[in-house]
């Protein structure tokens, strides 16, 4: 399964195809305007070519780009690796550990998921991102991570090398007068004199080019370091999701074990600080901005929580009026209600409260 799929072979035109989807055309987008922009400013404005710096300078603008894209198109064109179509385990009992795809016709191979955009079981799917447009997993994670790293590293260089031209090429123009910035074009104080004058297009490349620099190394920076979290932890994002999702689970059915089902025995208006059910209830109001809930005697409610004076809880709604309402749920006072003496069986949701979720 290694090889699978893992050689870039240019007679397979149909993966060019990837390259018409607004997340590539973008990404080189930016990719092109970043380092023409700063090949141009460089060696035009900034740091000439017949300087040593800037030789070194120029050199290292194109090896950002170079390896920029060359991990970008392995990560597009590589692809994540998919499950082969009628995928069996080797042996034929371990299937029952497996889940099946009735998309791919094959089980899924531990770790993989479906991909509903490539219509593939993806082998470690982490995720299907739009900007190579293609998904991310087992093949391609290392030159995805890589981009992610080193997109940033170029943009902050290219970043030092708008400000620096703009700062150099203004900084002798600029007046400034009552309210008024002036910048004087026409003067350039340069020794010697650049071939050609920093004119306002000039200005507005580099000004526009400065903008996508440091957005792509904020954005791109946030999404290294999210992948890297992802990589130390060993953990798809898929896998940290569907972890979560256990844990919430979890703690819903832990709640509604120790949920306690109580009976009306008072009305209550829903007011938040009642007057007529006595001292304590009134000052001891929960300080949420959770709801209260009107209560009526002869209702039955299902409490999860509670302070000394109050409680928290879902009001099992009658069946003939819930219709369009899925539940009432918030806080009431303790002395409205009395715990229900038939209840022996609180550990099972009930039946209004099963209908509700
Ligand atoms: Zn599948
Ligand atoms: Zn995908």
Sequence with gaps: MGTYCSVIKFENLQELKRLCHWGPIIALGVIAICSTVAMIDSVLWYWPLHTTGGSVNFIMLINWTIMILYNYFNAMFVG??????????????????????????????????????????VMKMDHHC????NCCGYQNHASFTLFLLLAPLG??????????????????RLSFGWNTVRIDMSAARRDPLPIVPFGLAAFAATLFALGLAIGTTIAVGMLFFIQMKT?????TSIESWIEEKIEQLKQKADKRVRSVRYKVIEDYSGACCPLNKGIKTFFTSPCTEEPRIRLKKGEFILATRGLRYWLYGDKLLDDSFIEGVSR??????????????CDAETDQAPEGEKKNR
């Design 80 to 121: 994540p690796g998919f499950v082969p179509l009628g995928w069996k385990p080797e042996n034929s009992q371990d299937s029952m550990y497996l889940q099946y795809c009735k998309v791919c016709q094959a089980y899924k191979a531990p770790r993989s998921h479906h991909c509903r955009k490539c219509n593939r079981c």
């Design 231 to 235: 990589i130390l932890r060993n953990k």
């Design 130 to 133: 739009p900007w190579i447009n």
């Design 155 to 172: 943009c902050i260089h290219a970043a030092f090398i708008f400000i620096m031209t703009m700062y150099t090429q203004l900084y002798n």
């Design 328 to 341: 009432m749920r918030g806080w009431f006072p303790r002395n409205c209600v009395e715990k229900c003496p």
